[in-house]
């Protein structure tokens, strides 16, 4: 079946630095793409969203980069801070508006004082 | 506001007993819902969405079960636990039709079966 996945299981940035987490995705028929925020022990929260006819959209200190091509998905966190340091998914929905949502495994985002 | 709880938030049971988790959402009408299993460093799975009182689909075959009674109350149960039913066990919905991938998270039920 379809999945996403991630390149690295843990990120270490130092505060005030930019991060990237990538994300690779197999299914080209998905629609939208999608970062989520999970702190320890809680729910994921959306972060940003991405639709698969554009390339790039930017949030409040976030962007979404998609790459069709190769099929990438990256979030740049600019300025990173400590409240930042969360495990990021990233997933994808296929086109069927279901909301159904496949997710990838997860990159910890740890930010160094 | 919306808002989404569940309960209880931590659970401790014995291979071979009964589960029953709760999920209610507040400030909304006919959302969609779903429940999720996260196994410890590990991604979300979905294993149940529904867009309707007694509409569930069921997306991993397994010894669980989903209902909704209500438009806005969601249950997840088992006749019989396993060993592999730990994990945390995340209720989320979101508004139909536009942007249902936005999901909104409950706080979770940390599930162990011992």
């Known amino acids: 079946g379809e999945s996403v996945g991630l390149h690295l299981p843990t990120l270490s940035v130092q505060e005030g630095d930019n991060s990237i987490i990538n994300c690779a995705y197999s299914?080209?028929?998905?629609?939208?793409f999608i970062w989520y925020k999970q702190e320890s022990g809680k729910g994921p929260q959306f972060i940003i969203d991405?639709?698969?006819?554009?390339d790039k959209r930017q949030g409040q200190r976030v962007t979404v980069l998609l790459n069709k091509t190769v099929k990438h998905l990256s979030l740049q966190i600019a300025a990173t801070q400590p409240g930042d340091s969360a495990v990021y998914f990233c997933?994808?929905?296929?086109?069927?508006?279901?909301?159904?949502?496949?997710f990838g495994q997860g990159t910890t985002l740890q930010v160094k004082p | 506001s919306q808002t989404i709880h569940q309960w209880p938030a931590t659970l401790v049971q014995p291979v071979g007993s009964p589960l029953s988790l709760e999920c209610t959402v507040e400030g909304t009408s006919n959302p969609n819902l779903y429940w999720y299993r996260q196994a410890a460093g590990r991604g979300l799975q979905l294993l149940f969405y529904s867009i309707g009182i007694d509409q569930i689909s069921s997306e991993v075959p397994q010894n669980l079960s989903a209902s909704r009674p209500q438009d806005r109350q969601f249950i997840l149960s088992s006749k019989k636990l396993l060993l592999s039913d730990s994990g945390f066990y995340l209720c989320a919905w979101s508004v139909k039709g536009q942007a249902d991938y936005e999901q909104y998270f409950g706080p979770g039920t940390r599930l162990t079966v011992t």
């Open positions: 991405i639709r698969s006819n554009m």
């Open positions: 997933a994808e929905t296929p086109a069927s508006n279901t909301g159904k949502l496949i």
């Open positions: 299914n080209s028929a998905s629609d939208y």
